[in-house]
């Protein structure tokens, strides 16, 4: 499966782009880095994408892997660049007014898809997800990108995704691997290490929200966040899937990426645009 040509937005797809993410909700974006679009889904597109995550779930992909320790009673899967193995996510990025929504909030001509990321945390998870920015992480830079976080299960307060509001402006602070804090991208020492949030949780102008399924997360990828784990009988499946702008351009790192992308440099140049078969343009 591959998306060969630019989708046909719908004038529907379009009009419901107009009512569910106004003019407020863009400058929100712009000032706090994260804003949650209300009912950007019919309840067919949440039925499609839990299909999808079902389905990977089922056939985990060679990048899956669990994120949580051995002794927690619950259990984090996570896993990566399935929307060209998975029908459901590929039909939910191209059929869904999703790249649309990435089109407004970014004030972006064109939008390309990144990549997908599923995060499922069953009940009884304890792992929180640590404080962290994205996209030091990625081979990419360029400031017009989203990240879009879309539970298909109700999600309470306490387990839901939450960020330090204008945290997307800067600085990009040391990534580290999540379980036991290496840093093993950038070298020690050579970016500004992220403050103990938890710690102070009342120094920072924290947001979340409770979501229900429709209900779209949306964030810039230089956005500290975090989450937490998944208390009682249910389980937090999650779809996550990430656009690029016009200003994005492919940035090759020295190290594994997350996600990594093997034998990309070989083909696309420091700088250049995303203009690749792993990245379909979907809006222009």
């Known amino acids: 499966m591959a998306i060969t040509a630019l989708p046909e937005w719908s004038p529907l797809l379009r ?4 009512q569910r993410v106004g003019d407020e909700l863009v400058a929100n974006f712009a000032r706090d880095g994260a804003v949650c679009i209300r009912q950007l889904l019919s309840a067919d597109e949440v039925a499609l994408l839990r299909a999808g995550i079902d389905a990977n779930l089922a056939t985990p992909s060679p990048r899956a892997k669990i994120a949580s320790r051995p002794d927690d009673p619950g259990r ?20 869904t ?13 064109s939008v390309r898809l990144y990549h997908d990321h599923v995060l499922v945390k ?10 962290h920015q994205d996209q030091p992480y990625y081979n990419i830079e360029g400031r017009q990108n989203v990240s879009m976080w879309i539970p298909v299960d109700p999600v309470a307060r306490q387990a839901t995704l939450e960020f330090v509001a204008g945290s997307h402006l800067g600085p990009w602070l ?5 379980m036991d804090n ?10 500004q290490d992220l403050p103990n949030i938890e710690a102070r949780r009342e120094d920072f102008p924290i947001i979340g929200w409770e979501i229900e399924p429709g209900d779209v997360v949306c964030f810039h990828m230089l956005a500290l ?16 899937v990430r656009f690029l702008g016009d200003d994005t351009r492919h940035a090759p790192r020295n190290w594994k990426t ?27």
């Open 15 to 18: 009009e419901r782009i107009q």
């Open 76 to 95: 984090f899967f996570e896993d990566f660049c399935n929307w060209q193995h998975i029908e459901q996510f590929e039909r939910f990025v191209a059929e």
């Open 97 to 109: 007014p999703v790249a649309l929504a990435a089109q407004r909030l970014m004030h972006s001509a």
């Open 122 to 131: 069953e009940p009884g998870t304890r792992q929180r997800t640590p404080w």
């Open 174 to 178: 040391m990534p580290r691997t999540f």
């Open 182 to 191: 290496q840093a093993k991208w950038f070298p020690e020492g050579s970016l």
């Open 225 to 240: 966040h975090a989450a937490g784990g998944v208390e009682g009988p249910d389980r937090r499946r999650v779809f996550s």
């Open 258 to 284: 997350s996600p990594e992308f093997p034998g990309l440099a070989d083909e696309l140049p420091a700088g250049a645009p995303m203009a690749h078969p792993l990245f379909p343009l979907l809006v222009v």
